[in-house]
């Protein structure tokens, strides 16, 4: 009987107090003690009103209906399939939502319908990856940061190829403790196409410029990201860069004038297919025989080999003790050393390498620079005495 009389009046009602009867005949069935005839009827109402012409309606049911176990299977499907707005507070919470029916909701649905079910607490893997491969970008951003989400590195992989050139995806990614050190150099390498880009796009450089300073800048952050990845994660790292396209000869070389022998022997082995063991066998043995024979395995351009041959005399020389700063930084003497020696060679095709090797010597100069700039800056100044005559002396 009330229901009928509600229906009755539904025809003709605002649809503002259709909305507030709406959301109370929806509590009822939810809360009340209705009787059998009373409960179908009431569930025929609340499936009718899912055609009712206001959204206000519509989402009055999906508010009440959004986080209920008891809900009308029926009426969440057709919610969780109507408008953004109506469809978001069930999407969102309802636990009657198959993954099934949300991975198809994120293929078809719009961005904020996406954002919703990533938002989603507990989310599964298999709703996470559909995100990840074909939702927005606002959904994935939210995805990131939905603590509760069971996100795999694959899928955080595939959001980098798609979304690591905007901003909010990739300061979110690498705000995250359970970043891959191949994940933070995708990033890196989406950042740097990004800024060479921009800088092209406005002409403050010419392109040819802009490439050389970007490839110039990468080089130096894979150095500083090598130095602060763990040790098991390194060859990860190498075999990302040799996919790439990034395992290059100038990377690798900066590497050894780092003194970052872990990232070099990586390098080497993944370039020769040879085990970790024996690559480091053959860089450390003073008997150079073994690491020409590595070198040529490895691929790397016959031109370069006098300066890998120098710098690893140079190290073996003790020439890196007492040399400032960490395993990300050009070290100056090495660099000069390994110059100085180069340049005796007598071939003319060895002048790329000398170019190379000088652009290396005036960062590894301009950088020890600086860190002594600092260092005098910070020491603490002397305190003024006095002399036998009562003067102020430094």
């Not at 905007?166 to 690498?174: M, P, Q, S, V």
């Not at 070099?264 to 003073?286: K, N």
């Not at 110059?339 to 007598?346: D, M, N």
Request: glycine content about 4%; overall charge negative.
């Amino acid at each position: 009987m009330i229901v009928r009389q509600f229906l009755q009046w539904v025809r003709n009602a605002r649809p503002g107090d259709r909305a507030d009867a709406t959301s109370a005949l929806a509590r009822a069935y939810l809360h009340s003690d209705l009787s059998p005839d009373d409960l179908a009827a009431a569930e025929g109402a609340l499936i009718m009103l899912l055609d009712d012409p206001s959204p206000l309606v519509r989402r009055a049911l999906a508010e009440v209906f959004a986080s209920s176990q008891k809900a009308p299977q029926v009426v969440v499907n057709a919610l969780a399939n109507d408008q953004a707005d109506v469809a978001v507070p069930v999407l969102s919470r309802s636990p009657l939502l198959l993954d099934s029916d949300l991975v198809d909701l994120v293929a078809t649905g719009e961005a904020e319908t996406q954002a919703a079910i990533a938002s989603r607490p507990l989310l599964p893997r298999p709703v996470a990856a559909a995100i990840a491969e074909v939702g927005s970008a606002q959904a994935c951003l939210v995805l990131l940061e939905n603590a509760d989400a069971d996100v795999t590195p694959a899928s955080i992989d595939r959001i980098v190829d798609r979304f690591g050139h905007l901003a909010a995806i990739r300061e979110t990614l690498l705000s995250r403790p359970d970043i891959s050190a191949p994940t933070r150099q995708a990033l890196l390498t989406k950042l740097t196409e990004t800024l060479t880009g921009y800088v092209a796009a406005r002409r403050w450089l010419t392109p040819d410029h802009a490439q050389f300073a970007a490839k110039d800048s990468y080089e130096r952050a894979t150095l500083s990201l090598a130095a602060e990845a763990r040790y098991e994660e390194i060859a990860a790292l190498v075999q990302h860069l040799r996919d790439s396209g990034h395992l290059t000869p100038g990377l690798i070389l900066r590497a050894l004038l780092c003194g970052n022998i872990v990232l070099f022997e990586e390098a080497m082995a993944e370039l020769a297919g040879i085990p970790i063991d024996r690559v480091s066998s053959y860089i450390h043995d003073r008997n150079i025989s073994g690491f020409r024979a590595l070198y040529r395995k490895s691929g790397l351009p016959d031109i370069a080999y006098p300066a890998f041959r120098e710098a690893l005399a140079a190290l073996r020389g003790d020439v890196l003790i007492g040399e400032p700063g960490g395993v990300a930084r050009l070290k100056r003497r090495m660099v000069e050393h390994v110059l100085a020696r180069c340049e005796q060679e007598l071939t003319g095709e060895i002048e790329p390498l000398l170019t190379l090797l000088r652009r290396f010597a005036v960062e590894a100069a301009r950088e020890e620079a600086r860190m002594f700039c600092d260092d005098l800056v910070a020491a603490p100044l002397p305190m003024p005495v006095n002399d036998d005559h009562g003067r102020l002396v430094a």
